[in-house]
């Protein structure tokens, strides 16, 4: 059985260009884990669990509303509630998985597939460093070569960004190389870029193990960046702001960009 669970391993850059300067990257790995293949990726590797203590695990309750309902589940719902319907093709979930014991991730995406191999949807799961998680969901035309997506920011992330910003993601279906950008901007104007380059490898034990010796404590290193780089962000004079009370809903619907709606119609 050929399996379309995998490792993916690259980098991540941050740019962020007003109202201060400021770049960091860092290397880090995903796992590209697809919901159904689970109890055979169970079957097959020593160094990765399923909500169970091992070198690499994926715990439901680090994703999705953090409850013990199935991811499947829950992103089939949030599909639901945004009007797309995949008929129970295959949910992939890009993510860091929780590495001895600790886990947090930044963004998580799921690709969501029809039975007929199309993608479907995309869910855009954002955590914050305060335990608080948001999905943008948008659907994605099967003619879409590169995918662009964009929506009002309605989560608070980082204490240095003001709420009243629009993300604009864009991405291409993950394969042998997957890149994924996502910028901020503010009356027109870019705030922040953020971009994802990364190749694929076959999901493996040896590919587990190379990666925790290349990249070791993966996760950890992702929480101690963010507040590495916040203390850079605050000693360059940016201002904390006040963090806004959590939404009482927990997904915000997202649209292609008017930009791939202009290129789509000139087709």
Not at 128 to 155: L, P, Q, W
Not at 182 to 205: H, M, P, V, W, Y
Not at 206 to 216: A, E, K, N
């Amino acid at each position: 059985m050929t399996l379309r669970s995998c490792l993916y391993r690259g980098s991540v850059m941050h740019r962020r260009l007003h109202p201060t300067s400021h770049r960091f990257r860092y290397r880090a790995f995903w796992l590209l884990l697809d919901l159904d293949e689970m109890p055979v990726l169970l079957s097959r590797l020593r160094l990765f669990s399923h909500n169970r203590f091992n070198l690499f695990a994926l715990y439901d309750n680090d994703h999705g509303d953090g409850s013990a309902t199935p991811l499947r589940t829950q992103i089939e719902r949030l599909l639901g509630q945004a009007g797309i319907d995949p008929a129970g093709g295959p949910i992939q979930l890009l993510c860091m998985p929780r590495t001895l014991g600790y886990s947090f991730n930044p963004l998580s995406l799921y690709f969501c597939y029809r039975n007929s191999g199309q993608l479907a949807a995309i869910v855009y799961q954002v955590h914050n460093t305060f335990g608080e998680r948001h999905a943008y969901v948008a659907a994605v035309d099967a003619d879409d070569a590169s995918i662009r997506h964009e929506c009002a920011k309605t989560f608070h992330v980082s204490p240095f960004m003001a709420m009243n910003q629009r993300y604009h993601f864009r991405l291409n279906r993950p394969d042998g190389h997957f890149a994924l950008g996502i910028s901020t901007s503010e009356g027109g104007k870019t705030i922040l870029s953020a971009c994802l380059t990364a190749s694929r490898q076959s999901l493996t034990d040896w590919t587990l193990l190379r990666s925790f010796l290349g990249i070791p404590l993966v996760t950890t290193k992702v929480i101690l960046a963010i507040h590495w780089e916040a203390a850079r962000l605050w000693l360059k004079g940016m201002r904390i702001r006040e963090r806004p009370r959590p939404s009482a809903n927990g997904m915000t619907l997202a649209a292609r960009s008017p930009e791939q709606r202009t290129n789509l119609h000139a087709h």
